[in-house]
């Protein structure tokens, strides 16, 4: 697998690499690496890295605007996108002369001409760096292992998740050993705005917790609003809740539109990313997401999480 999607990065003169919507360090990390690492070994290569771009991550690296033009006869690249329509991209890359996918998530959708997925690694960007371990051509520079290393801590909770494992730190070893500033990275991932902080009192003086373990916050659009938060910042309070210890799994509900509503799932220990495909999203077993367009919606989602703890508790 590796050796094709070497042949075609060789082939093609123009590339392009997409990722999911509302990225995490993941998403970008992959991309703006695999991006250094393609320029860097084919300097004559026009490569493009595109998306909606979020000021919050712009630390890891900025996108770039490409005409529906460019993407005829190239080679477009889709990395930590486990789905076609979650590809942050307006249909352009359709038309594209190839399209290869290169995921850690459930392969729900092998939508591309070549897929590479692997749910054993713990982040796309592990991936990412076993391409240069595969490719001789390709060069581990600090530019490309500062974004994979945001990348890999993005995706593992700085190593606190299960999916951690002796390869990832073993891969975070070998990209810190390039001199890259890893507390730095670290402390990026941390920090968050005062908005964002006061969220985060909010949701701890409003959440709730069932007897089963189930943690659940719905946030309205009125009252989000108010925390004039920046594009991407309500994913820094995904995680609060459950380090909560009577929670075992639970959901930040956030209506971005009028009854258009994202859903944040996470888990302790229950696979709940069948939940999260039931509803249209998806993920992995411990961290899913989905968007419902209702409130009953909403609390089907959340009695199928309150029951997901009530079946474990009777096996």
């Not at 520079?141 to 290393?149: E, H, I, P, R, T």
């Not at 009125?222 to 594009?231: G, I, R, S």
């Not at 929670?247 to 956030?254: A, L, P, T, Y």
Request: hydrophobic share 40%.
């Amino acid at each position: 697998m590796i050796d094709e999607i070497q042949k075609n990065i060789e082939q093609y003169d123009t590339i392009i690499i997409l990722r999911h919507q509302n990225p995490d360090p993941d998403a970008i990390g992959s991309q703006t690496a695999l991006a250094t690492m393609i320029r860097e070994a084919y300097p004559q290569k026009n490569v493009y890295i595109t998306g909606i771009d979020l000021p919050v991550l712009d630390w890891i690296g900025n996108m770039q605007n490409v005409s529906p033009e460019t993407y005829q006869n190239s080679l477009v690249i889709a990395v930590d996108t486990a789905n076609a329509r979650r590809i942050d991209n307006n249909g352009e890359y359709k038309t594209a002369a190839k399209i290869v996918k290169i995921d850690h998530h459930p392969n729900v959708d092998p939508f591309g001409d070549v897929n590479w997925v692997d749910e054993t690694f713990s982040s796309c960007a592990e991936m990412i760096y076993t391409l240069i371990e595969k490719i001789s051509t390709f060069k581990l520079s600090k530019k490309s292992a500062y974004s994979l290393y945001s990348g890999i801590i993005g995706d593992t909770n700085r190593f606190l998740y299960a999916e951690t494992t002796y390869q990832t730190l073993n891969i975070a070893a070998q990209l810190a050993k390039t001199g890259i500033d890893i507390s730095e990275i670290s402390l990026h991932e941390d920090e968050m705005s005062s908005h964002v902080a006061r969220l985060e009192a909010y949701i701890l003086d409003n959440f709730k917790v069932t007897d089963s373990g189930f943690g659940y916050i719905i946030i309205r659009k009125d009252t989000l609003e108010k925390f004039h938060l920046a594009d991407g910042e309500l994913d820094h309070v995904v995680p609060l809740i459950g380090r909560i210890n009577s929670v075992n799994n639970w959901i930040v509900v956030s209506e971005k539109d009028l009854n258009r509503f994202r859903v944040n799932l996470r888990s302790k220990n229950v696979s709940i990313n069948g939940v999260a495909e039931k509803f249209g999203g998806g993920g992995h077993p411990l961290a899913s997401g989905a968007y419902v367009c209702s409130m009953n919606d909403v609390h089907a989602l959340m009695d199928d999480m309150d029951n997901l703890n009530k079946q474990k508790e009777n096996i």
